[in-house]
């Protein structure tokens, strides 16, 4: 891979704000989440915030969405690519929008000997082994759409950025994002593929 890539999440810290899907809307997000990683999703999403005194720029929540402040939007409007959905907040006061975006762009399947992946012997629901193991985030670059917000086929809820990309976000000094870069990403857990 000669192009620098990042994956990008809500830095945990008890300074920003930390959410939970509201139970009206549990079932039908993980549906989303397990069937489609979210994409084609129109609808809202309720967020209750459970921790923190302050909104960051990423709004942490238990299960693996990318819920975005409108500055991040902003930025990323000039990458395309990418679909978003309303993000209700609905316990504590804002001064701006939080959105749900989900990356369209395709860095197509992980390089499994290059990433060091270690797989279990039994298959999940989908009939794939799961991860249980992994050094490094590495993709082909042939199969790569050259978007510069994606994913790749293995982790659709990894959200992914080019050194382009975070460039634009370290200047507009987008708060609590935790920036890895793919070559240190790393899955020490059972992950469902």
């Not at 899907?21 to 129109?42: L, N, Q």
């Not at 679909?83 to 390089?111: A, C, M, W």
């Not at 382009?164 to 469902?192: D, H, I, S, W």
Request: proline share 4%; with cysteine.
């Amino acid at each position: 891979m000669e192009n620098k890539f990042y994956s990008v999440f809500p830095s945990l810290t008890k300074k920003w704000f930390l959410g939970r899907v509201s139970e009206e809307d549990v079932s039908t997000v993980d549906r989303w989440i397990i069937d489609k990683a979210m994409r084609g999703f129109k609808g809202i999403v309720h967020v209750e915030i459970t921790r923190g005194n302050a909104p960051g720029d990423f709004l942490e929540v238990a299960f693996p969405l990318l819920i975005v402040s409108s500055k991040v939007f902003e930025i990323w409007k000039k990458f395309e690519r990418f679909q978003t959905y309303r993000v209700v907040v609905q316990n504590r006061k804002i001064s701006f929008e939080y959105l749900g975006v989900i990356f369209l762009g395709r860095g197509g399947p992980l390089d499994p000997v290059k990433s060091k992946a270690v797989y279990s012997n039994s298959l999940n629901k989908k009939g794939k082994r799961a991860i249980i193991k992994q050094e490094g985030m590495y993709f082909d670059d042939s199969q790569w759409d050259g978007s510069d917000l994606l994913t790749i086929d293995e982790f659709p809820c990894v959200p992914i950025v080019t050194e382009r990309v975070f460039k634009e976000m370290k200047k507009a000094r987008v708060t609590n994002c935790r920036y890895t870069p793919l070559e240190k990403y790393g899955v020490y857990q059972l992950m469902l593929t």
